[in-house]
Structure formats: structure tokens, C-alpha cells
């Protein structure tokens, strides 16, 4: 079975730079890390951090723009380009209700017009090749057909599918069959079946999978049924279990290996939070954040747990997650 990429899901909060660099020393295997999403046409302190060419050597990282105004993404573009990036991600799937309700993230896809007037300005005057995230609508699967033939008229480098409603969140079964019709309508533009005017054959549109991927056996079973798929994005699946991308790869090593794997990888996320952040507050709400996700892989009750998330100082952190694993 051919593997396909694998890629790191942006995820707001938890994937900046300190963990891309922290996770690709301890674990690698990731052919592309996507950034949180980036929103201010004039980029922040945290922002610019995050993209900054330094911050990110050795790594495949394309950053994430959230918008619905075409200034801005072509600002903030712009500015990406002159750090040397050659591609940008448009975020149409964040389903968070405050991003929804400005008609960003998912919540642009509430009309299929706005959709295609926003896709028009963004690949008239990006300078940037552009790549899509995407749900499959806001209420109904039914939405998913006219979404997506607006979404081909464009030529995107890659569309990355999310098979769930904006309403969804992250819960219940994705839907599949809203997958399979892009991955058929997809194919047919390939193979030149389609007639669709975005078909070139020197940049062809690849397809990415996202979603409830949380164990190798989900992985194989997804690349058996659509075997032309170009990637898999991974994203809280990694979270609950480190060892995924390895695991996919049949590369898993022994315990004692992902113990000290798993040791080194929070250290170096505690000494690069440390620096990175200047008062111990935000830096320890990020450490327990990921904790939320690593209790499943390591196994801890709720009352084992409990230590870490009484700690008010990184000292008192390091104490306790030095007992944990």
C-alpha cells in the first residue's frame, strides 16, 4: 500500500512553532505542518513568531489564513511571500461560533455566491498559490454539491476535506458519502472527464482527507477505499497518541523508546514555551492544554491527573509530569 503525505493539522492554540519543532525532533514522519490560522492583516507579535522563516527550519510548513475580506488575505499573503513561503491555506472549516458569526472560517460557506465572490478576488490578486480547508456545509449534507462545484472553478493547489457540518463541531460519524462525491468529481477532473475550466495539467488539483484518523487501522482503511488520494491530515489524533505517524508508517519502537520519546518531547516543549512566553501563566496553560489530549495515551486516571492540574508554577509542573511518564 502506497503511503500517502501526512500532514499536521492546524490546530489553534496547541500547533505554533515551539510544538512543530518539539514534535519533529521527537517523532518526525510529517511530509507538511500547517500553521493556526493568521487573521491580521498587519500580523501580531504571536503571529509573526509563528511564521517566522527561522522558527520553522527543516520543517514543510504552509500557513493558514482566516478571512472573508480579500484585502486582508491578499495582505497578509503578501507578506508571507516576502518571509519566502510559495503557498497559502484559505481556513473555511473553523466551526467555532464567534468565527461563524463574521461569516469566516465555516461560516463562509453559508452562501454559495459570497463563497465564489470571495475565491474570485483571492485568486485574482493573491500572489500565492492557494490551497482550501473545508467543511461540507453549515446545516445540511445537501449544501456539500453547490459548496463544491464553486470550490472547482477555482485553481486550487489542493482541497483538504473536512466530511462534517459546521454545526457538527468534531462530534458524531463524518460523512462519507459527502467525501466520496469530491473524491469522484475530483477524479473526473483528472482523467479530463470533467470539463471543469480550473483543470491544468501541470499543477493538478490534489485531494487531502481530514478527520477522526485516530489509529493506524483507520488510516489503511481509509487509503483501501479511495486509493487516489494525495494526503491525510492528521490533527487531535496526534494529540491523543504521538505515536500515530509511526504507527502509519509500521515504524513503532519498543516501549521503553516511546517512554523516553514521549519525555523528551515534553521537555523540550516546557524549555521552549519558557522562552518563548514572558510571564509562566500562558506558558502553563499551554503545557496543561496538551495534557487534555496526552492523559488518553498515557493512561492516567482522573485522580492521578489531578497534581498536574493543581500546579500554579512551571516548577511545580516539571515536578509533577516528571511522576506522570
Not at 478527520?211 to 482503511?221: F, K, M, P, S, V
Amino acid at each position: 500500500m502506497l503511503q500517502k503525505k501526512l500532514y499536521f493539522a492546524p490546530m489553534e492554540g496547541i500547533t505554533g512553532y515551539v510544538f512543530r519543532n518539539a514534535y519533529a525532533a521527537c517523532y518526525g514522519g510529517v511530509d507538511t505542518y500547517f500553521t493556526p490560522f493568521l487573521s491580521n492583516p498587519s500580523l501580531n507579535h504571536i503571529e509573526e513568531n509563528d511564521v517566522l522563516p527561522e522558527h520553522n527550519t527543516g520543517l514543510h510548513v504552509i500557513p493558514q489564513i482566516l478571512t472573508n475580506r480579500i484585502p486582508i488575505f491578499v495582505a497578509i499573503a503578501n507578506t508571507l511571500k516576502d518571509y519566502g513561503y510559495t503557498e497559502v491555506n484559505l481556513n473555511l472549516g473553523c466551526p467555532s461560533g464567534t468565527v461563524v458569526a463574521k461569516n469566516r472560517g465555516a461560516g463562509a460557506l453559508r452562501e454559495p455566491k459570497e463563497l465564489d465572490r470571495l475565491l474570485d478576488g483571492i485568486f485574482e490578486k493573491t500572489p500565492l498559490p492557494v490551497s482550501v480547508k473545508c467543511r461540507i456545509g453549515i446545516s445540511s449534507e445537501t449544501e456539500w454539491e453547490d459548496l463544491l462545484e464553486v470550490l472547482l472553478k477555482y485553481p486550487l493547489t489542493e482541497l483538504t476535506v473536512h466530511p462534517r457540518l459546521q454545526k457538527e463541531f468534531y462530534k458524531g460519524e463524518v460523512h462519507m458519502d459527502a467525501f466520496r462525491h469530491a473524491y469522484e468529481r475530483i477524479a473526473s477532473i483528472r482523467t479530463g472527464a470533467s470539463p471543469d475550466t480550473q483543470k491544468d495539467e501541470t499543477t493538478p488539483l490534489r485531494l487531502c482527507y481530514n478527520g477522526d484518523i485516530r489509529t493506524a487501522e483507520d488510516y489503511q482503511r481509509l487509503v483501501r477505499e479511495y486509493p487516489d488520494i494525495d494526503a491525510v491530515m492528521l490533527g487531535r489524533g496526534i494529540l491523543w497518541n504521538p505515536e500515530l505517524v509511526s504507527s502509519i508508517a509500521a515504524s513503532t519502537g519498543e516501549a521503553l523508546d516511546q517512554r523516553k520519546r514521549l519525555r523528551t518531547f515534553l521537555n523540550l516543549l516546557y524549555e521552549g514555551y519558557k522562552k518563548e512566553m514572558d510571564r509562566e501563566g500562558p506558558a502553563l496553560m499551554k503545557l496543561k492544554e496538551l495534557w487534555n489530549y496526552l492523559q488518553v495515551y498515557t493512561g492516567h486516571s482522573p485522580q492521578e491527573m489531578r497534581p498536574l492540574w493543581k500546579t500554579r508554577t512551571l516548577a511545580e509542573y516539571r515536578d509533577v509530569v516528571s511522576m506522570l511518564v
